[in-house]
């Protein structure tokens, strides 16, 4: 009878520590996302008071339908290797080389299209080649137990030489010619709508991200093999007990996050119709930040799409500033999204990862 109050004392304790892990988890996010909105209401505001000022034009710039046009194309990359990373990442795989998996998809997809004449086909092939080498990424760490942020490298680093060497190879210059691109979808009416019109007129890819984004929460929260992807990054061992195997959970998220990728790397360079190998090519660093977007986005696919919006919003914005001659150096609006992207790393710094999350995992049976 004496050891009933330590129990109950004992049990108090986990009680509140999810609470205070909840308030923990979500309070950086909530402040990020109030402070936000509360910058737009007073941009807003300023420039409707203020028309003719620089705080007119930044509203301007904001409103404008080509900002949200340019934001949801430039979010297409990021968002499907952000899906990707998910998928990734909460089976317990950390793929850090979704950089990697965007390049080679954007050369593939372009290769294809110039060899067939096929948009679609290269679209597919550029999908392809992003799952093969995903495939190559999760045999070495998953079957030969490889450090997988290492892995991760690898696959970007090959990639970032193998596209440029294969352009120079094959078109002799590390930038591809032109290919044919997919026309925009309008739908009718909708599309006239001021300012949101921009979603209703838009590539085809970006219609392929929504459906994505719905798709991937839909999998995540209402089917068996959401819950055995949450498992196997959470707790593999209970997955391994129940009979699932854990090993061909992992196999199937990480070919998912190539698949996404590829769509991300392929729609990236076939809505351009050209494929930029020099320097960082033309993915420069959106694979990075889809890592960002999603950990920002707590691995909730609608987070991450959220997020992304952000990224390549303020992306959108600073390439319109420096076309406006506001002043302002254009050095200093251009690094302007990256500036947000280390801020929100700061502020993501108590993100939970999934338990297992970057552990190896041998069932007894296997």
Known sequence: ???????????????????????????????????????????????????????????????SENTLSAALRLSVPIAFAALGGIFSEKSGVINIGLE?????????????????????IGFGGGILASTLLALLFAVVTIEFRADQIIAGLAVWLIALGLAPFASQVIYGGPNTPTVPTPGAISVPVLAEIPFFGALFSASPSVYLL????????????????????????????????????????????????????????????LDLGQFTGNGPTMVN???????????????????????????????????????????????????????????????????RIPEAAGEHYESGEE
């Open 285 to 351: 660093g959106k694979g990075f930040i889809a890592i960002v977007a999603y950990l920002f986005g707590n691995y909730n696919p609608i987070g991450a799409f959220l997020s992304t919006m952000l990224f390549a919003g303020l992306d959108a914005m600073q390439t319109v500033l420096q076309l406006q001659g506001i002043g302002i150096p254009r050095q200093l609006i251009r690094i302007t999204p990256f500036v947000v992207v280390i801020v929100v790393l700061a502020l993501v710094g108590r993100t």
């Open 1 to 63: 009878m004496s050891e009933a109050p330590e129990r109950s004392d004992a049990a108090s304790e986990p009680e509140s520590a999810p609470e205070s892990g909840f308030f923990e988890q979500y309070s950086a996010r909530a402040l990020t996302a109030g402070v936000t909105v509360a910058a737009i209401v007073a941009l807003l505001l300023g420039g409707w008071l203020f028309p003719d000022s620089i705080v007119g034009t930044f509203a301007d710039v904001l409103t």
């Open 100 to 120: 990697g998996l965007l390049i080679i998809s954007a050369f593939t997809a372009i290769y294809v299209t110039d060899v067939t004449g096929g948009v679609w």
């Open 210 to 269: 929504f459906l994505a984004v719905g798709l991937s929460w839909y999998v995540f929260e209402r089917t068996t093999f959401g819950r055995w992807v949450r498992a196997s990054g959470e707790n593999p061992k209970a997955l391994d007990t129940a009979g699932v195997s854990v090993a061909r959970v992992r196999y199937a998220a990480v070919l998912l996050s190539g698949v996404l990728a590829g769509m991300g790397g392929s729609a990236l360079s």
